[in-house]
Structures are given as C-alpha cells and as structure tokens.
T-cell receptor
Framework: QKEVEQNSGPLSVPEGAIASLNCTYS??????FFWYRQYSGKSPELIMS????GDKEDGRFTAQLNKASQYVSLLIRDSQPSDSATYLC???????????FGQGTTLQVKP | DAGITQSPRHKVTETGTPVTLRCHQT?????MYWYRQDPGHGLRLIHY???????DKGEVSDGYSVSRSKTEDFLLTLESATSSQTSVYFC???????????FGPGTRLTVL
C-alpha cells in the first residue's frame, strides 16, 4: 500500500463547476497535510495546508480533512481553465517526519 | 516566489561524469531538501539538511551526496552519473518554525 494515494486522472470538469480531488494516506498518526499545484514544466506551488479535522477555505479552494477515515480532499469552486494542472497531495508522516507525496491528479477544466 | 534559485536549469551530461546541482536561498531558512520527480514515481526525497554541515538521507539517496557549507547553499552531487538519474530535480526550503515546504524552479538533468 502506498503511503499517499491519489487517482491519477485526468479529472475533467466544465468551466464553472466544482472540481473535487481526493487523497488517502496510510499513516494514521499523520498530522500535517498539504495540497500543491503543479503546472506542466513548472515546480510545485503550495496552495493549501490543513492540520485539523474539518474544512479550511481560502478563496475558491477548500481543503477537507477526515483523520478517522485517513482522507483529505481539495475542492475547487467555479473552476477556471487556468486551474488545469496536476494537484499533488502531500503528508508529513509521523514515523519519519518526512513529507511524502502522492503521484498527483491531473485536472482539466474545459471552457 | 520564495527566494530560491537552482542552477543549472538544464543539463545534459554523459554516463560516468560527475555532476553538481546548486540550490540557493535568500530566506535564511534552516531546512533545505533535494527531491527528484519522475513519471510514475512522483516526488521523492533524496537528501535534506537541517543546518550548516547537518545533512541526512532520504528515500532515494544511493548515488547522491550533498553538502551545505553555508545557510544559503545546498549542493547535490552525482559522483558518477547514470542514465537512471535522468530526472527533474527540485530543491525545497522550510523555515524551522513552520511545516510548509516551498520549491525552487527545478533542474532538468539528462544523462546520456
């Protein structure tokens, strides 16, 4: 079992819709969770961090964390073509303290 | 952008040659990291540093060495490059009091 798992996609949504990206992790003791956005040929850019159960909102982005289910998600409201990118879920594991990345989900927002 | 630069941005080299990649930060952050990104594997940690002259291994450290003689610079060396080290290399930094890591622009390395 991979430590951080994401569906590779592509996830295709129409412009203006809500995009929902999901991530599961295996280390139950993990406390810190991050979402990075990576455009093709560019470096990962941190867009959200979440440390407590529940929702955290920042503009059009909402991160959701459920530690009991070992599940973290990212919602993008009013999706725009400029949101088309690969979204990386990352988790700091409790056993190593290292940041472990999922393989990313490719999002395509169609005009 | 976090104040991170990487050099070179692109490099093509031949198998068996030594290669050094440089990461430079202007943020005075304590922690610095080297990752490689490959299709099908995602981002994987090679080495990291938690202070000047303090380094440790990551998940995929074989074939790589690092050095940090100044807070602002973290060097990654491939002593004898192999084709399996063809990849995109990213440096990241983290402030000692925070948990978030911020990435540099990356170096695309091709080993022929």
């Amino acid at each position: 079992q991979k430590e951080v798992e994401q569906n590779s996609g592509p996830l295709s949504v129409p412009e203006g819709a809500i995009a929902s990206l999901n991530c599961t992790y295996s280390d139950r003791g993990s406390q810190s969770f991050f979402w990075y956005r990576q455009y093709s040929g560019k470096s990962p850019e941190l867009i959200m961090s979440i440390y407590s159960n529940g929702d955290k909102e920042d503009g059009r982005f909402t991160a959701q964390l459920n530690k009991a289910s070992q599940y973290v998600s990212l919602l993008i409201r009013d999706s725009q073509p400029s949101d088309s990118a690969t979204y990386l879920c990352a988790v700091i594991t409790s056993n190593t303290g290292k940041l472990i990345f999922g393989q990313g989900t490719t999002l395509q927002v169609k005009p | 952008d976090a104040g991170i630069t990487q050099s070179p941005r692109h490099k093509v080299t031949e198998t068996g040659t030594p290669v050094t990649l440089r990461c430079h930060q202007t943020e005075n952050h304590r922690y610095m990291y080297w990752y490689r990104q490959d299709p099908g594997h995602g981002l994987r940690l090679i080495h990291y540093s938690y202070g000047v002259k303090d380094t440790d291994k990551g998940e995929v450290s074989d074939g790589y060495s690092v050095s940090r003689s100044k807070t602002e610079d973290f060097l990654l060396t491939l002593e004898s490059a192999t084709s399996s080290q063809t990849s995109v290399y990213f440096c990241a930094i983290r402030d000692g009091l925070a948990r978030e890591q911020f990435f540099g622009p990356g170096t695309r390395l091709t080993v022929l």
